[in-house]
Every structure is written in C-alpha cells, then in structure tokens.
C-alpha cells in the first residue's frame, strides 16, 4: 500500500473517533448582561405639590393695653384698658411646591378668632371744677379680636418611610381686627361728685404688618394623595391699632399656634 494510502486512511481512523467525542460537547451558555448595562426603571418622583386643610389653636392666652383720651366740659379725660385674649380656635389652608428633594416653598393663610375681656380705669372730668377729675373702674366682657395672617416661607424636608417633617420659616402679614373700648356712659347727680357707669361702648379698629414665623411640621402618610398633618408654628407681628383721636393701641399679634389637618397631594 503506498504511502498516500496509509495517510488517508489514519485520517478517516481520527476523524470517526473524534466525532462522537465533539459531538456530546455542548455549547457554551451566553455570558450574563452586566448590571450596569441594563436599562435602569426611572425613579419615582415625590409630591411636586400638595395642599394643607386644618384647624389650629392659640396655644397661650395673651393681652395688650390702650388708652384712650377724650374732651368733656372743655377738660381732657382719659380711660385706660387692659385687654386679656383667651386661646381661641383657627382655620388654616396652605400650599407647598417642591423645589428638589429636601428644598420647598410654602404659602398658607390662617384666620384665628379670640375672645377678649378687658379691666378698665377712667378719669372723667368734673362740669364745675377744673382739676377735679371723677374716677370710675369696672369691666367688660365679650370683645371680638380677629387676625388674618398670610405666611411665606422656605422649608426643609426629610422623609423616613411614610414619615415626612419639616422645618419652615420666613415674612408674614397679619391683619388685625379688634374690639376697644370708648368713653363711658353714666349717670350724675348734684354735687357731681361721683359717676355711676351706665354703659361702657366699644368701637372696632382694624390694622395689618409685616413680621416673621417659625416652626415644624410632621406628617404621615397614608397613601399616594392622602396624609394627615400636623404643625407647630410662633409668629409674631407688631401693629397699631387707629382710634379716633391721636392715640393707637400697640398689639403683637400672633404667638404659638398648633395645628391638625389633611395633607392633599395636589401633583
């Protein structure tokens, strides 16, 4: 057998038994995408707005004093009044847009009512002797106060689960309406000596200003678009409130109000 013939023969040998061999090799498996290159779903974005419905409450009573001057029997006389405000119960509606993650803008308007009693001390001058001024004291009850506040702040949030708080400040204007009290109604009698107080009037006086609040939030959330909130804010606002001579009656308006409502995720 010549030698091209052996050759060709061996390679058919090698060739039969190394195909079953290949054969049972399986193919391997494709290598496993990097998590780096799958497409990432986008991530969720928080409330961009959302809306506060609540009550508050004036956490502490405060007062204020006036006085007011007057010209009877052609001499000056003068009642001066200590007003005592009760804590009293509010209505507040607020707006918060999200700037980013932890910044937001807020805007809320809060309409507080309060009850005012006042003490009072009255010189009422004398129709026959100059100098001899008649004193009078008593008491009034049942005197409306009002304030209309409008805040304006800058806050920051953090979250923890369905956990949401907040630490907020900046300007206010608030608005003033109050009950003060007038010149006294009496009776008199020869030698004049004396009054007897018949009536004490009142007249209302309205005024606003600018001032400052802080305070805190914390809310819980209860699904996407419904949480309940509550808030804890100090304002303050100095104003004078007009009578009808030259005198005014200074008030701070405000103090610590707390606050329970609804927070609404309007967007």
Known sequence: MSRAARAGLLSLALGALAGPALAQVEPAPPAPVEDADRPRAPRRAGPRLSAFVGGTLAAAGSGFEGQRRFTEFAEEGRIDADYARETG????????????????????????????????????????????????????????????????DLLFRSERGRLRYAAFAG????????????PLQYRQAYPFDAVEVTA??????????????VG??????????????????????????????????KVDAGGLQVGLGLRITVW
């Not at 001390?121 to 009078?136: D, E, M, Q």
């Open 89 to 152: 119960p509010g209505f507040e509606l607020g707006l918060e847009y999200a700037l980013g993650r932890h910044f937001g803008l807020a805007a809320s308007f809060n309409l507080l009512s309060r009850s005012v009693s006042s003490t009072y001390t009255a010189s009422i001058p004398h129709p026959l002797f100059l100098g001899k001024p008649r004193p009078a004291s008593g008491s009034a009850d049942g005197l409306s106060y009002q304030e209309r506040a409008f805040h304006f």
């Open 171 to 182: 300007p206010s204007h608030v608005r003033v309406e109050s009950d003060l009290l007038e």
């Open 200 to 213: 004490v009037p009142r007249a209302s006086a309205r005024a606003g200003a600018f001032g400052f609040n």
């Open 216 to 249: 805190a939030e914390l809310d819980l959330r209860f699904g996407h678009r419904l949480g309940a909130g509550m808030l804890v804010r100090y304002h303050q606002v100095r104003t004078e409130l007009p009578q009808t001579t030259e005198d005014v009656v």
